[in-house]
């Protein structure tokens, strides 16, 4: 797994309880800009729509060496899911309120780009504070125990 692009953001703003790999529907100019690294996930969620999932909001950059059919920068884009997991998800973000956030992009075993979608539960100013609190503590310990040997 070779990855492209990395959403550490997500995971700080967020409380990550499931996680799946989906495929994405992308034009020759946004693969090559993809394998060049130029994709940003910021802001970016997926949403449900007339029975399809749309990734929203990722920032693929214009490819350097296209040309005047070069795509458009923020456009939506599908994601392949198959049914059940697309309705599973939709459910999960429709009754209990849920969000579904992209975590990292990445090629797969046959050079394909993957999309590792994450359901998140928002997190409070507070808990945001408590999780770098533990991380901290955490890696105290461990430089403790490391120090002890």
């Known amino acids: ?18 996680s799946l790999e989906a495929g994405i529907v992308l034009t020759g100019t946004e693969i090559k800009s993809c394998r060049a690294r130029n994709i940003s996930l910021a802001d970016a969620y997926a949403k449900a729509e007339d029975g399809e999932l749309w990734l929203v909001n990722v920032h693929i950059a214009p490819y350097a060496q296209g040309n005047r059919n070069n795509h458009e920068p923020r456009r939506p884009r599908k994601l392949l899911l198959k049914r059940r997991e697309l309705s599973r998800l939709t459910q999960a973000v ?18 394909l780009v993957k999309i590792e979608l994450g359901l998140c539960r928002g997190r409070q100013q507070h808990d945001k504070r408590d999780e ?18």
């Open 1 to 18: 797994m070779h990855v492209l692009a990395d959403n550490r953001r997500a995971r700080h703003d967020y409380q990550v309880l499931d």
């Open 94 to 111: 429709e009754v209990k309120g849920l969000t579904l956030v992209p975590l990292k992009v990445y090629l797969n075993e046959r050079s």
């Open 132 to 149: 770098l609190k533990r991380q901290d503590d955490d890696r105290e310990m461990q430089r403790a125990v490391r120090a002890a040997r």
